[in-house]
């Protein structure tokens, strides 16, 4: 069961800042979310109905420090399509 407290972030990048001006908002949360899962949450806790949500699977990189190798956490990112009156302004988890 998807919970509000598997979205980690609303993204404030270059292409999420143009997206957001067409209605679409892009949000990062945990591999295990799903597409329903993401539709119920904003319906319960936003109370917005979204029409519609793609999502991207991104892995973490391997990354060095030192030598020794480590790996960043693997997230998924949902571009989700609001109605035209709807604003979600902050996310606060």
Known sequence: MADITDIKSIM???KSLALQEEGVIVVQTTPRMT????K???KEFFGITPL???SM???GKVKRFKGIEGKRP???KF???LPE???IESLAV
Not at 35 to 38: S, V, Y
Request: no cysteine.
């Open 85 to 87: 009156d709807a604003k």
């Open 79 to 81: 571009y989700v399509k």
């Open 40 to 42: 119920e949450v904003f």
């Open 57 to 59: 699977r991104v892995n």
């Open 12 to 14: 404030y990048t270059e």
């Open 74 to 76: 693997d997230l998924k």
């Open 52 to 54: 519609r949500v793609n």
């Open 35 to 38: 597409k329903n899962g993401l």
